[in-house]
């Protein structure tokens, strides 16, 4: 079946412009996540959906960042006034609901990821 | 803050020779923890994970990792390596008592299988 999609899967802005990124999720999923991954790094964590509620923005680096879902499903994640340091791979993720009461969470499915790239 | 730990940034092997990649986490609490991988060109995919029970899990691939909660430990294992493990590994957690869904991340291990 189909995963999580990103698009673009390559950005370049030039310091100061504004982007999007894209994420479809896995249809049924409920949970979505957003993710930074820098060079040589870990991917850390951005932002967290439940359905349409954005549950968890504490990952946010700036004001500059803001993800939304208004419908539950699709997601975008927006960096304005783009920094060089904001240069990273943004990564999506989407979770089922839980199989078991017993369990609060379930895996992530990870898409491929969007590069930014800010010159 | 909860972290988790990879001691081992870059690990070479032959294929055939036996593996264990470390991973530590801070939180004292309840904890799920993951295993994910990533090929070359790949996106993130689980290996396994432990939300409780048995405290040795197994995995795709031949993987398997144990918890040792006194050591605050997942170590990834695995007996015989193949070339096509070449990929980068990660360590994950996430605390189930209010912690939200989201995952903490350790900085990754890159394996190099050699022929």
């Known amino acids: 079946g189909a995963g999580v999609s990103q698009s673009p899967r390559y950005k370049v802005a030039k310091r100061g412009q504004d982007v999007a990124l894209r994420c479809d999720p896995i249809s049924g999923h409920v949970s979505l996540f957003w993710y930074q991954q820098a060079l040589g790094q870990g991917p850390e964590f951005l932002t967290y959906?439940?359905?349409?509620?954005?549950?968890?923005k504490s990952g946010l680096p700036s004001d500059r960042f803001f993800a939304e879902r208004p419908e539950g499903s699709v997601s975008t994640l927006k960096i304005q006034r783009t920094q060089q340091e904001d240069s990273a791979v943004y990564l999506c993720?989407?979770?089922?609901?839980?199989?078991?009461?017993?369990?609060?969470?379930?895996?992530?499915?990870f898409g491929p990821g969007t590069r930014l790239t800010v010159t | 803050a909860q972290s988790v730990s990879q001691h081992n940034h870059h690990v070479i092997l032959s294929e055939a020779a036996s593996l264990e990649l470390g991973c530590n986490y801070s939180?004292?609490?309840?904890?799920?923890l993951f295993w994910y991988v990533q090929y070359p060109g790949q996106h993130l995919q689980l290996l396994l994970k432990?939300?409780?029970?048995?405290?040795l899990v197994k995995g795709i691939k031949g993987f398997e990792a144990e918890f040792i909660k006194s050591k605050f430990s997942f170590n990834l294992r695995k007996p015989s390596v193949q070339w096509s493990d070449t990929a980068e590994y990660f360590c994950?957690?996430?605390?189930?008592?209010?912690?939200?869904?989201?995952?903490?991340f350790g900085t990754g291990t890159q394996l190099k299988v050699e022929l």
């Open positions: 994950a957690v996430n605390r189930d008592e209010g912690g939200g869904n989201k995952l903490t």
């Open positions: 993720a989407s979770s089922p609901p839980s199989r078991e009461l017993a369990l609060p969470v379930d895996e992530q499915y």
């Open positions: 959906f439940q359905n349409e509620a954005q549950l968890d």
């Open positions: 432990y939300f409780s029970g048995d405290p």
């Open positions: 939180y004292g609490g309840t904890v799920n």
